[in-house]
Structures are given as structure tokens and as C-alpha cells.
């Protein structure tokens, strides 16, 4: 069974920092695009950084400068950096990954979130 196995969340005050990591498991389908999202109590998911497949990168206004997203496409991995965080930061964090199951056919899978949390 392919599924998406992040790691990383926990406890941090302000200003520290976390990193966290998705790796496909049950599956050698490589990952084509990515991108991290999150999830506050009461507030709706969003985007936070995503990866194409040809590295390029982009990011909500809200962690410009702070959040790094970057893959290691050996260890069909995509991880997010993040320094400098705030308590505004805190959230359940999901992978989301387009994967290549096919020569020309991709599938989305989500993680299955990691919890975030930013002390002031």
C-alpha cells in the first residue's frame, strides 16, 4: 500500500526550529511534484511551499524567507525547513505528493499530518 510518511512535528518556542520530512513507503513510484500544507484549528488547509519536479519552488507570503521545501530524489524524499517559527505557525502539517505510477499517468497522496506547535 503506498502511503506518505512524514516526520518532524513536535513542540518549539518561538524562533526555533523543525524540519520536517515525507517519504513514499510500499511503493518505488517516484515522486513527481510536492508540496507541504497545514491546517490551524477552525481554519481552512493551506498551501505553505511546493516542488516541481524540475526544483522550482514556491511559498505562501506568510513563510517567504523563513521556510525551506527541498527534495532528495534518491531517497524519494521532500522535506520542509523551517526557522524562525511563530506561534501564527501552529498547525497540523500534511504532505501532499503527485506520484508517477505510470509512463505517463500520476496519482496524489496526502500524509497523514504531523502536529506543529509553536509556544510563544
Known amino acids: 500500500q503506498v502511503q506518505l510518511v512524514e516526520s518532524g512535528g513536535g513542540l518549539v518556542k518561538a524562533g526555533g526550529s523543525l524540519r520536517l520530512s515525507c517519504t513514499v513507503s510500499?511503493?518505488?513510484?517516484?515522486?513527481?511534484?510536492a508540496g507541504w500544507y497545514r491546517q490551524a484549528p477552525g481554519e481552512e488547509r493551506e498551501l505553505v511551499a511546493h516542488?516541481?519536479?524540475?526544483?522550482?519552488?514556491n511559498y505562501a507570503d506568510s513563510v517567504k524567507g523563513r521556510f525551506t521545501i527541498s527534495r532528495d530524489n534518491a531517497k524519494n524524499t521532500v522535506s520542509l525547513q523551517m526557522n524562525s517559527l511563530k506561534p501564527e505557525d501552529t498547525a497540523v502539517y500534511y504532505c501532499?505528493?503527485?506520484?508517477?505510477?505510470?509512463?505517463?499517468?500520476?496519482?496524489?497522496?496526502w500524509g497523514q499530518g504531523t502536529q506543529v506547535t509553536v509556544s510563544s
Open positions: 501532499n505528493a503527485e506520484l508517477r505510477v505510470s509512463f505517463s499517468g500520476t496519482r496524489n497522496y
Open positions: 510500499g511503493s518505488t513510484f517516484s515522486i513527481n511534484r
Open positions: 516542488i516541481r519536479s524540475d526544483g522550482s519552488t
